[in-house]
């Protein structure tokens, strides 16, 4: 695990260790339908976990819960010792939890900059500095500063949310089907980027549907089946059961 150095607003660099991140006995259900069943996971202090599981299994709903925009009917969700669902969105953002959800959150209607310049707002971080630390990271986006977000190809987009991840250095990064509709090759691309994230000093946990591509970059995985953790291990370990529980 490696530390992640941070400037407060008095321009000190403090060293913060990316937490660990703990599922307990967690059921959520959307009405009366209920998805998960008591999902318990611990997802070590900055490791990459790669969440994998047929079409359905409650993937997307687990990492819902997990970084707060989804409350569980019971059980429990810790970020180090910071329970979510109990902080306040605004608090869970200073906690450094960040979500890059499906679907990719980013605003369509503004342009690229308008969009950098939002992930400024959550303080001590000119746009100057966001723009810096983007385009180094994907030049391509320089180029597209002024076009407007929801016009950016996917690979583009997908760029732009993760943009949000490099600048506000999040703790714990939540990723949900980051290769959704993208080329191989920028696949290939984003989850390089991931590990650099991950080397810097993050805890990231993804959904992903190809198991090769997660299981590559992940350090450890765990396998949903109905609502539950049906396995979990080390990516050597998930490989063979992965690929049976898709294939049956
Ligand atoms: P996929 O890989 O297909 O994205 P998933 O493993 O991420 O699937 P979820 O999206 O968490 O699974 O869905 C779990 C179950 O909850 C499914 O039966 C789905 O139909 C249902 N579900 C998901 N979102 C909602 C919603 N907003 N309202 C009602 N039911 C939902």
Not at 38 to 64: I, M, Q, R, Y
Not at 84 to 100: D, F, N, S, W, Y
Not at 164 to 183: F, I, K, N, Q, W
Request: hydrophobic letters at 40%; glycine letters at 10%.
């Amino acid at each position: 695990m490696s530390a992640q150095p941070t400037t407060d607003a008095t321009g000190a660099t403090t060293t913060v260790l990316p937490p660990s991140v703990s599922v307990r006995g967690v059921r959520a259900s959307y009405g009366r339908i209920e998805v998960l069943h008591g999902v318990d996971l611990e997802v070590p202090a900055g490791s990459v976990f790669a969440l994998l599981g047929p079409n359905g299994a409650g993937k997307s709903t687990l990492l819902k819960v997990m970084s707060g925009r989804m409350r569980p009917t019971t059980g429990e969700v810790l970020v180090g010792d910071v329970a979510i669902g109990k902080t306040p969105p605004e608090k869970l953002a200073r906690q450094g939890v960040c979500a890059v959800p499906e679907g990719r959150g980013i605003f369509p209607n503004l342009t690229v900059r308008e969009n950098l310049r939002i992930w400024t707002y959550r303080g001590g971080i000119t746009l100057k500095v966001v723009e810096e630390r983007t385009y180094e990271s994907f030049p391509v986006l320089k180029d597209r500063r002024r076009q407007m977000a929801g016009t950016l190809s996917g690979g583009e987009q997908q760029m732009l949310a993760i943009s949000r991840a490099l600048v506000t250095e999040p703790r714990v990064l939540y990723l949900d089907e980051l290769s959704m509709g993208l080329a191989p090759l920028i696949v290939a691309e984003l989850y390089e980027l991931v590990g650099k994230l991950a080397r810097q000093g993050m805890t990231i946990i993804l959904v992903e549907q190809f198991v090769t591509t997660a299981l590559a970059v992940a350090d450890h995985a765990a396998i949903m089946v109905h609502g539950g953790i049906e396995q979990q291990g080390t990516p050597a370990d998930m490989a063979d059961a992965a690929l049976s529980i898709y294939l049956s």
